[in-house]
T-cell receptor, first 112, second 113 residues
């Protein structure tokens, strides 16, 4: 079974802090994704990566950056957290050619 | 602009009945469509995939249809059970080298005993 893990289930941070969210997958998938999910807005793609050191902007990249130094790990960085970044963050991975996505359990981030 | 709509935010249904959820899209030519289940506080879990050249797909009590003329997919759960209560998301994949899925906002299904 594919396993996608995220570093924290819950996180509380202060405005202006730098925040790192980590995601690890164990199935050697090429593609990895970061979404945020908000009530009434659904899942929105922040960034994705189709290979090590490669990244592409999704629909809402502003205020975020990503890092993919190893195939199994994809990090989301909030350079200076703001209250409007309070959300549920979901990581996913997929195999190229089989575009089913496998999601992690999510990180609920609260920025005060 | 491209749009995916899941018609109902919430759907209540009696146990044992068939639940039918709708996903409509505009300005897309999806290569295939997927349905996911999401429980509260959890990530979505893949259920079924149907390709543009397929009319219907089944898996146990689940059935998905895909009508590219109507630009619509229907997701059915037969003999529904309280354990089927969850939010169901449809997602479109446009293919053509894209890696992305575009998700609908979901329909929250409640199966009442």
């Amino acid at each position: 079974d594919v396993k996608v893990t995220q570093s924290s289930r819950y996180l509380v941070k202060r405005t202006g802090e730098k925040v790192f969210l980590e995601c690890v997958q164990d199935m050697d998938h090429e593609n990895m994704f970061w979404y945020r999910q908000d009530p009434g807005l659904g899942l929105r793609l922040i960034y994705f990566s189709y290979d090590v050191k490669m990244k592409e902007k999704g629909d809402i990249p502003e205020g975020y950056s990503v890092s993919r130094e190893k195939k199994e790990r994809f990090s989301l960085i909030l350079e200076s957290a703001s209250t409007n970044q309070t959300s549920m963050y979901l990581c996913a991975s997929s195999e190229t050619g089989k575009e089913t996505q496998y999601f992690g359990p999510g990180t609920r981030l609260l920025v005060l | 602009s491209q749009k995916i709509e899941q018609n109902s935010e919430a759907l209540n249904i009696q146990e044992g009945k068939t639940a039918t959820l709708t996903c409509n899209y505009t300005n897309y030519s999806p290569a295939y469509l997927q349905w996911y289940r999401q429980d509260p506080g959890r990530g979505p879990v893949f259920l079924l995939l149907i390709r543009e050249n397929e009319k219907e797909k089944r898996k146990e009590r689940l059935k998905v249809t895909f009508d590219t003329t109507l630009k619509q997919s229907l997701f059915h759960i037969t003999a529904s059970q309280p354990a089927d209560s969850a939010t169901y998301l449809c997602a479109l994949y446009s293919g053509a080298g894209s890696y992305q899925l575009t998700f609908g906002k979901g329909t929250k299904l409640s199966v009442i005993p």
